[in-house]
């Protein structure tokens, strides 16, 4: 059974930066903007396992379930694999999710944050798959699917190898469409190509595209004066072909009356608005990068095992995206398997055979200051 795209709203509320007050969720608050939410005829509800240290999914209970019929929302949640120790865990914290959330069985339910290594390696060891088809078959679950943060190389690879997953979420914003990390235009292909529905989560970048600077604010108000800046970033990803729901981590009310303004009487974004999406664009990544085409010839020789080309690409990514933890997660997984950026000895094998004729030594040296202070080192 597929599913029904009519009956979803196109804005889902994600319940992952929920409004707090003394340090805990402030569920009053919650309950205004969910009744805000539902009265503007939305429906998707998305939260998670880990989400508020464990209070999301009972934020949705106490200002959701409780106040609303069962068939009048859409109720997401998702499985920690970095919870899962051993097999029995997964029945457990399934049953636990639905004591939290108050509810029989999740309209969606997906197996969170699938990427390359350990995540997936653990869904795969205790046959998540599997077992979310078992609880749909049950009726604990009505969709499953999963949400994914890893190559476009293990998307195509699961995704083929389990067509029963109806669905996947995916990180997708204008300024991530050529991140070398997020890769989420690759991502987006490959799904649409296959006719996935998809799930867009960060579509304003954690709020980076809801702020940015004066000159490039005053492009997009020239076009469109009473339309916020975040209503640019929303827009160009509702109007891709084959999302089904777009979240948005809503912290005020005044944020979702902003979006709720936007995805009532939707507009798709035009050709020209696209032109003025691609200026801020390049606007926002016109920032030095580190010339590296990646050869690898400084590699072979490298006695310390730096994975050279890898530490700059870690570092032309954070400069692009100063917050990304992604990139900070694959540096942790890289100095795991390799040198640290830290380990150089200055030997200048590399530099004798790059031919972009790159100050490698100098280059590891800054990226060190950067990096390995980051991780503890």
């Not at 400084?298 to 050279?308: A, K, L, N, R, V």
Request: aromatic share 10%.
């Amino acid at each position: 059974m597929g599913i029904d795209f009519n009956k979803m709203s196109k804005l889902g509320f994600g319940l992952m930066r929920l409004p707090e007050k003394d340090g805990a969720v402030d569920i009053e608050r919650v309950k205004t903007m969910v009744d805000r939410y539902m009265q503007a005829g939305m429906n998707y509800f998305d939260t998670a396992y880990v989400y508020h240290g464990g209070k999301s999914e009972v934020a949705a209970r106490e200002a959701l379930v409780k106040r609303y019929p069962r068939e009048s929302y859409m109720l997401a949640t998702k499985l920690p694999a970095w919870e899962i120790k051993q097999e029995s865990d997964i029945d457990r914290i399934f049953s636990e999710q639905c004591e939290r959330a108050g509810v029989d069985y999740f309209d969606f339910y997906l197996l969170h944050s699938i990427e390359d290594g350990s995540n997936y390696d653990t869904y795969v060891k205790y046959d998540c798959f599997n077992w979310g088809l078992k609880m749909k078959e049950e009726g604990r679950i009505k969709h499953i699917g999963f949400s994914y943060h890893g190559s476009p190389e293990l998307l195509e690879k699961i995704v083929d190898a389990h067509p029963e997953m109806e669905f996947v979420q995916i990180q997708l914003n204008y300024l991530d469409r050529t991140n070398p990390v997020v890769q989420s235009q690759k991502l987006y292909d490959i799904l649409h190509k296959r006719n996935i529905p998809i799930i867009i989560m960060e579509p304003v970048r954690g709020g980076m595209l809801a702020n940015m600077a004066p000159e490039l604010e005053a492009k997009f108000k020239a076009k469109r004066p009473n339309d916020s800046v975040a209503s640019w970033a929303l827009r160009y990803v509702a109007s891709l072909d084959g999302v089904m729901t777009v979240l948005s981590g809503m912290s005020t009310e005044e944020q979702m009356e902003d979006n709720i303004k936007t995805f009532t009487n939707f507009e798709p974004v035009t050709d020209d608005e696209m032109k003025i999406i691609d200026e801020v664009t390049d606007e926002i990544l016109r920032i030095p990068q580190i010339g590296c085409t990646a050869c690898k010839y400084c590699t072979d020789g490298c006695p310390m095992s730096i994975s050279i080309p890898d530490v700059f690409r870690t570092i032309n990514t954070l400069r692009r995206y100063p917050d990304d933890w992604r990139a900070k997660n694959f540096y942790s997984g890289l100095v795991s398997r390799s040198g640290k950026a830290g380990d150089c000895v200055g030997c200048g094998q590399c530099e004798g055979v790059c031919p972009q004729h790159l100050p490698i030594i100098k280059l590891l040296k800054e990226a060190s200051q950067i990096l390995d202070v980051k991780q503890g080192a």
